[in-house]
């Protein structure tokens, strides 16, 4: 079968990924409206092409926070990568050195920081955060992560408590018995989410501020009141993101949200997003709107699910191509 867009990858996991597997990746928090709206957004925006430009050279790079990458897509966070390739992590990792882009490492890794670093050494890595209740245990995260080489601190801010899907519920999801949780291994049970700080504020921030000298990028702002007060709590950069509608559901789509978080900053730190990215004109539409990168979750697991490392950067240089195919077409 051809892989000729990313839904073929999604049909290609659905199919051969085990059903708890898929069921977790696929989820969505309640009736799952948020997360499909993430994508139905995008279908309601239509562009306004200008003709008789030279389109003949493009350049597609752009600048994370002073990095360069060669295209502005990135590899958004998300757990347990060994469900969709023996790998994970790893795999992940080398497919996002090899296409020149940034990949967010998630706390929740079945690889540890250290291989993941290891995996990929001088490649563009960012650490995702969730602020545990033992803050000992996020510290000493941060500051592995600094150590290591990552280049930003991605701290996740829609999480307090675990959305509820369903159909974990139903499955009874849990990791099987051969993988763990890396980064976390030495500090409590697997999959025990409870963990979580349900009591981070704005002031947690400035206590991240005293760990590390890595700019913080703070993900899971959706309006425009929390975007002022990252701004003035001195993050670098923002993340437009509502979890893949994995934990509110009724809230907005990204896309939709996006144009009143840009409004607020007002260039004051970059603005990212994630949610929803299914094709390069998608991604054109996020920058259209005011985004300086968006970054991919699901898309990236099927990737992974259909050939590990080379079926991610199959993924990758589709969603590269379309998106400069859209430039193009729209002048």
């Given at each position: 079968?051809?892989?000729?867009?990313l839904?073929?990858?999604?049909?290609?996991?659905?199919?051969?990924?085990?059903?708890?597997?898929?069921?977790f990746?696929?989820?969505?928090?309640?009736?799952?409206?948020?997360?499909?709206?993430?994508?139905?957004?995008?279908?309601?925006?239509?562009f306004?092409?200008?003709?008789?430009?030279?389109?003949?050279?493009?350049?597609?790079?752009?600048?994370?926070?002073?990095?360069?990458?060669?295209?502005?897509?990135?590899?958004?966070?998300?757990?347990?990568?060994?469900l969709?390739?023996?790998?994970?992590?790893?795999?992940?990792?080398?497919?996002?050195?090899?296409?020149?882009?940034?990949?967010?490492?998630?706390?929740?890794?079945?690889?540890?920081?250290?291989?993941?670093?290891?995996?990929?050494?001088?490649?563009?890595?960012?650490?995702?955060?969730?602020?545990?209740?033992n803050?000992?245990?996020?510290?000493?995260?941060v500051?592995?992560?600094?150590?290591l080489?990552?280049?930003?601190?991605?701290?996740?801010a829609?999480?307090?408590?675990?959305?509820?899907?369903?159909?974990?519920?139903?499955?009874?999801?849990?990791?099987?018995?051969?993988?763990?949780?890396?980064?976390l291994?030495a500090?409590?049970?697997?999959?025990?989410?409870?963990?979580?700080?349900?009591?981070?504020?704005?002031?947690?921030?400035?206590?991240?501020?005293?760990?590390?000298?890595?700019?913080?990028?703070?993900?899971?702002?959706?309006?425009?009141?929390?975007?002022?007060?990252?701004?003035r709590h001195?993050?670098?950069?923002?993340?437009?993101?509502?979890?893949?509608?994995?934990?509110?559901?009724?809230?907005?789509?990204?896309?939709?949200?996006?144009?009143?978080?840009?409004?607020?900053?007002?260039?004051?730190?970059?603005?990212?997003?994630?949610?929803?990215?299914?094709?390069?004109?998608d991604?054109?539409?996020?920058?259209?709107?005011?985004?300086?990168?968006?970054?991919?979750?699901?898309?990236?697991?099927?990737?992974?699910?259909?050939?590990?490392?080379?079926g991610?950067?199959?993924v990758?240089?589709?969603?590269?191509?379309?998106?400069?195919?859209?430039?193009?077409?729209?002048?």
């Amino acid at each position: 079968m051809a892989m000729v867009c990313l839904s073929d990858f999604e049909a290609y996991a659905k199919k051969y990924l085990p059903k708890t597997a898929w069921d977790f990746f696929a989820a969505g928090a309640d009736d799952g409206t948020t997360r499909d709206d993430n994508i139905l957004a995008y279908k309601r925006i239509r562009f306004r092409p200008r003709m008789l430009r030279d389109v003949s050279v493009m350049d597609i790079r752009t600048k994370l926070l002073g990095t360069e990458i060669s295209f502005p897509v990135g590899i958004a966070p998300t757990g347990f990568h060994q469900l969709a390739w023996p790998d994970g992590e790893k795999s992940t990792a080398r497919a996002a050195k090899a296409m020149n882009i940034c990949y967010i490492a998630s706390t929740y890794s079945t690889s540890s920081l250290e291989e993941i670093s290891a995996a990929a050494p001088g490649g563009f890595q960012w650490f995702q955060l969730y602020i545990h209740r033992n803050r000992a245990v996020s510290k000493q995260l941060v500051q592995q992560a600094e150590a290591l080489g990552f280049q930003g601190l991605v701290l996740t801010a829609d999480l307090p408590y675990t959305g509820k899907r369903r159909d974990d519920v139903r499955n009874g999801f849990r990791l099987p018995p051969h993988m763990s949780l890396k980064n976390l291994e030495a500090a409590f049970e697997v999959c025990k989410m409870i963990y979580l700080d349900p009591s981070v504020t704005w002031n947690d921030i400035y206590w991240l501020q005293s760990l590390t000298h890595l700019p913080i990028i703070l993900k899971g702002i959706l309006t425009k009141e929390d975007a002022e007060l990252a701004v003035r709590h001195g993050v670098q950069g923002i993340i437009v993101s509502n979890h893949g509608g994995r934990q509110l559901d009724g809230g907005p789509a990204t896309i939709d949200a996006l144009v009143e978080v840009v409004e607020a900053v007002q260039g004051r730190v970059e603005v990212y997003l994630d949610g929803g990215i299914r094709k390069g004109s998608d991604v054109l539409k996020a920058l259209a709107l005011g985004a300086k990168c968006v970054f991919i979750g699901r898309p990236a697991l099927w990737g992974l699910a259909y050939k590990g490392e080379e079926g991610l950067q199959d993924v990758l240089r589709i969603l590269r191509d379309e998106f400069r195919l859209s430039m193009a077409l729209t002048g």
